[in-house]
């Protein structure tokens, strides 16, 4: 009923820019919160970046001054451009929407299927 479809991953070289959209769709009032989360293998899942509610932006350590998170409300998409890429951020990328959703009164979790961000030579 809610989908949350990722694009623009791909193959980067180290020092380069990819920029990530994510569009939801489907029935429900209203988001909440967009994010960006992403798992290396081998490691946990982390935050990447993420727009809360109320319109405030958080960042990973590790990406902080080098991502930007951006969001259009009105067609329900969260971006994410990153740049200066480095090979440590070699990840599947995946986008968390927070949603009130029709006849629902309570605010639920979505998840895309996720993006591959290969960053190397």
């Known amino acids: 009923q809610v989908q949350v479809v990722e694009s623009g991953g791909g193959l980067v070289q180290p020092g380069g820019s990819l920029r990530l959209s994510c569009a939801a769709s489907?029935?429900?009032?209203?988001?909440?919160?967009m994010g960006w989360y992403r798992q290396a293998p081998g490691k946990e899942r982390e935050l990447v970046a993420r727009?809360?509610?109320?319109?405030?932006?958080n960042y990973g350590d590790s990406v902080r001054g080098r991502f930007t998170v951006s969001r259009d409300n009105a067609k329900n998409t969260v971006y994410l451009q990153m740049n200066s890429l480095k090979p440590e951020d070699t990840a599947v990328y995946y986008c968390?929407?927070?949603?009130?959703?029709?006849?629902?009164?309570?605010?639920?979790?979505?998840w895309g299927q996720g993006t591959q961000v290969t960053v190397s030579s």
């Open positions: 968390n929407v927070r949603l009130l959703r029709t006849g629902v009164d309570v605010l639920s979790d979505y």
């Open positions: 489907g029935s429900f009032l209203g988001i909440n919160a």
């Open positions: 727009v809360s509610g109320g319109g405030s932006a």
